[in-house]
């Protein structure tokens, strides 16, 4: 009933920048909180950034001042800008919103199918 779409990602030089993209649609009521997850191989999901409806970010500490999060409530889209590339940062990138949807206003929490970032010379 909610799907994401990401894109935005690719294979960049240690300092380089990419942006990614998620948009939702759906059935879809409104979105409270959307972010943004990676997992590298052979670790578990992590969280990177969440973002609310308000605008209020929260990153977590060793992306602080690289990963900016932003979100375009009309789109139903969020972005995150990645900025001072490391290796350590390649991973798949995944979207994640939680909100309400129209039929019987019930929670949702939708992923999208991730998005690859690779941080290689």
């Known amino acids: 009933q909610v799907q994401l779409a990401e894109s935005g990602g690719g294979l960049v030089q240690p300092g380089g920048s990419l942006r990614l993209s998620c948009a939702a649609s759906g059935s879809i009521s409104s979105i409270n909180s959307m972010g943004w997850y990676r997992q590298a191989p052979g670790t578990q999901r992590e969280l990177v950034a969440t973002?609310?409806?308000?605008?209020?970010?929260h990153y977590i500490e060793h992306v602080k001042g690289r990963f900016t999060i932003s979100r375009d409530n009309a789109k139903s889209t969020v972005y995150q800008q990645l900025i001072s590339l490391k290796p350590e940062d390649t991973a798949v990138y995944y979207c994640?919103?939680?909100?309400?949807?129209?039929?019987?206003?019930?929670?949702?929490?939708?992923w999208g199918q991730g998005t690859q970032v690779t941080v290689s010379s």
């Open positions: 973002i609310t409806s308000g605008g209020s970010a």
């Open positions: 994640n919103a939680d909100g309400i949807l129209t039929i019987a206003h019930s929670r949702f929490t939708a």
